[in-house]
C-alpha cells in the first residue's frame, strides 16, 4: 500500500510578486509524499485564492485518496488517477480538488520512475534531450523596478512581462530599451476586446511573441472578435483549466497553456496536450510560484510542448527540494529516476507546523 503524507511550508520570494489580481511574497505550498517499500515519490501544489486551494483543503482531499491507492503498486498512474477522478469529481471544476490530486499524481509519477530507475520523460517515450526553453517572469511593478528585475536576471531568451496596470504601451517600449530578447504578456484576464485588440500592432512592432489571457474567461464574444482581429497569437491560461476547455478554446485561441496544478495533474496534462494537437493548437505550460518539486514534473512534459514557463523556483529566495533546475531558461538533463526530486536536509525550516 502506498502511504501519503502532506507537509506545508511557505516559500520566500525574492521580490514581491504582483498580477492584476494581487500580489504574494512569501508563496505557501503543500508537498505530497507518497512512500512505497522505502521509496519516496514528491508532488507539490500551491496556495491559490483564486481556485479556493488552501493548504487545509487540498490536505483533506489528499488524505480521502490515500484510501483508493490501497493496490495500487508504482506503474503508470495513469488508471489509478482516472479512478479517483471517478471518486472525486468536483477536479472537472478547476478547484481545490484539482490541485491536491495533481500533487498526488506527480508523486505517484516520480514513484513509479524511482521504482523503475528510469526518467518519467523516457517511461512516457518522450526524448528528454527536446523541448524548447523556458521564460523569465517579471510581475508588475513600477516600471523603473521592472527594468531592474529585468537587468537583475540577464541572459534569457525570453522574458514574460506581467501587464494589466494602465500603462502597458510604456512599460513594453521602456523594457525593450534593455534588451534584445523575445517578449511573451500576460494580462491575467486585465483588459477588454478593444485594448487588445488595440495593443497588439504595437506590441508586435515591439517584439512581443504572443499574448496570454487578454480577457476574462466569460468574455467569449470578446475573445472571438480578439481572435479575429488581434496582431499576435493569443495563448489561454484561465480560459483553459480542465480537459474540457480545451474544446471551448478552439477557434478562440491561438493555443493553450495547461497548468498542472489546475487540471489535476501530468496524467491529465498529457491528454489535454493530445486534444490541443489534433485540433491544430500550440502547447504551453506554465507554473505556479512554486519549488523545485512542482518544476520539476513540468521539466519532464516539455517535449511535448512549443513553449514553457518553468521559473517559479527561480523566482524563490529559497528552495525545498532538488531536481528539474532552469538557468537562464535552459532546463537541466532529465537523466535522474523518477522525476529526479529529492527534499533538502534544510526543508524543514521553511515547514509550516499545526
Known sequence: MVKLTTRVFDLPLRHVFRITRGAVSVQRTIVVTAEWQGLRGYGEATENDYYDATAETMAGV??????LLADWQPGDPTDAISAIAAEIPEIENGRFEAFAISAVDAALHDLWGKAQGKPVATLLGLDPATGPDSNYTIGIDEIPKMVSKLNES????????????????????????????????????????????????????????????????????????????????????????????????????????????????MSRARRMAA??????????????????????????????????????????????????????????????????????????QYEVTA
Open 62 to 67: 489528499v488524505a480521502r485518496i490515500e484510501r
Open 154 to 265: 540577464p541572459g534569457w531568451p525570453v522574458y514574460k512581462i506581467k501587464l494589466g496596470t494602465g500603462s502597458e504601451l510604456e512599460t513594453i517600449r521602456e523594457l525593450r530599451r534593455h534588451t534584445d530578447a523575445t517578449f511573451r504578456v500576460d494580462a491575467n484576464c486585465g483588459w477588454n476586446a478593444e485594448q487588445a485588440i488595440d495593443f497588439s500592432g504595437e506590441l508586435k512592432e515591439l517584439g512581443v511573441e504572443f499574448i496570454e489571457q487578454p480577457l476574462p474567461p466569460e468574455d467569449r464574444d470578446g475573445q472571438r472578435k480578439v481572435f479575429e482581429s488581434s496582431a499576435l497569437p493569443l495563448i489561454a491560461d484561465e480560459s483553459c483549466v480542465v480537459e474540457g476547455d480545451v474544446a471551448r478554446c478552439d477557434g478562440l485561441f491561438h493555443g493553450i497553456n495547461i497548468k498542472l496544478c489546475k487540471c489535476a495533474g
Open 275 to 348: 486534444d490541443a494537437r489534433a485540433r491544430g493548437l500550440q502547447l504551453m505550460m506554465g507554473c505556479m510560484t512554486e519549488s523545485t518539486v512542482g518544476i520539476s514534473a513540468i521539466g519532464h512534459l516539455t517535449p511535448l510542448l512549443d513553449y514553457v514557463d518553468m521559473d517559479g523556483a527561480v523566482l524563490l529566495a529559497a528552495d525545498v527540494a532538488s531536481g528539474v533546475r532552469v538557468e537562464q531558461g535552459r532546463r537541466s538533463p532529465l537523466t535522474e529516476p523518477g522525476l529526479g526530486i529529492e527534499l533538502l536536509a534544510d526543508a524543514e
